[in-house]
């Protein structure tokens, strides 16, 4: 019998605030994520998702609050523990002086504190890594000669291969085409079943949809949704499902008028 209780969350968020530029960006957030969880962040843009996740992981300081991960207090951001960490941004940009390959930015997924060089085994795990992101002909391009979406493709293989303990990526199927994004949901799938907990930014559930257990959704920096994944999509005040009929209640908000959206 596995007692649950006695297993810290790996993430656990208490009364969080973030301030920034000249008001609260986040209020009162309250989050525990349990080992093994794929939560999505949901919500308009603006709303403070990627806010939120890199306050998560220590990147945004907080105005108040405190947030563990792996049961250790990382709000004074010294202590994140960074080996355990996958995390690719929201934006990828790469400067012209970045020369290096993809397989070198990849395989610098493989270093940690205690690992300064890649293992023996590494430059196989490397390949694989960009094969699974549709870029094995790409390993020894630089990557500032890349497209966005291969370049984000790149950071995710670079993420993936630390096989890590939790896995945070900001909006992984916007700018990526069809392929890389099933290719993407069968990695993340893999990883979740090896025990990763993942925290993935989205505006669609989409190819995501059957690996996600848990729907966050923010509204102006605050948690106004959390439960199982909305069946349709997230909701947003005046647009509805185009079946929507009116007079019926959609995701919490009447539909009025024909065809939904007045
Ligand atoms: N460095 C900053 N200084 C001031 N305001 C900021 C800063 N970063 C973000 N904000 C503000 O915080 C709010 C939330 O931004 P955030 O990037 O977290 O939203 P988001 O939900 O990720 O949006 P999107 O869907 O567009 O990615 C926005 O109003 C934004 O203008
Ligand atoms: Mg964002």
Redesign the pocket.
Known sequence: MSNHSAEPSVVRAEDVRVD??TGP?LRGIDLQVPRGQALALL??????????VKALIGLTPLASGRVELFGTDVSARRSVPWPRIGYVP?RVSSSPSMSATAEEVVASGLLTNRRLRPGPGSRRQVRDALAEMGLAERARDSVHLFSGGQQQRVLIARALIRQPDLLVID?PLSGIDQASKTALAASLRRLHRAGTTIIV?L?ELAELRPLIGRAVT?AQ?QVVQDGPPPVHQPAEPGHHHPDALPGTVFNGYPVHGPGGRR
């Open positions: 920034l530029g960006i919500g308009a843009n603006g709303s403070g998702k990627t806010t939120l929201q909006e930014v505006h923010l920096g």
